[in-house]
C-alpha cells in the first residue's frame, strides 16, 4: 500500500518557527541579572538530550 502522508513545511511548522524565533528574542529582555548555571543542570542538560535522541529513534523505529 502506498503512503499518501505529505512531508514539509505547512503553515502550522511555519507559525511555530516564528514563534521559536519570537521568543528567543523578545523574553531574554525581561530577564534580570543572571549567575552562571550550577553543575547540576549543566548535567541535566546533556542527560534530557540524550532522553530525547533516544526517545525520537525508538518512536522512529516503531512505525518501520
Excluded: Q
Excluded at 37 to 59: E, G, K, N
Amino acid at each position: 500500500m502506498e503512503n499518501n502522508m505529505e512531508y514539509g513545511w505547512g503553515i502550522g511548522s511555519v507559525v511555530a518557527m516564528l514563534l521559536v524565533v519570537g521568543c528567543m528574542l523578545f523574553l531574554p529582555l525581561g530577564m534580570g541579572p543572571v549567575a552562571p548555571p550550577s553543575i547540576p543542570v549543566i548535567v541535566l542538560v546533556p542527560v534530557f538530550l540524550v532522553a530525547v535522541i533516544i526517545f525520537l529513534s525508538v518512536a522512529s523505529n516503531l512505525n518501520r
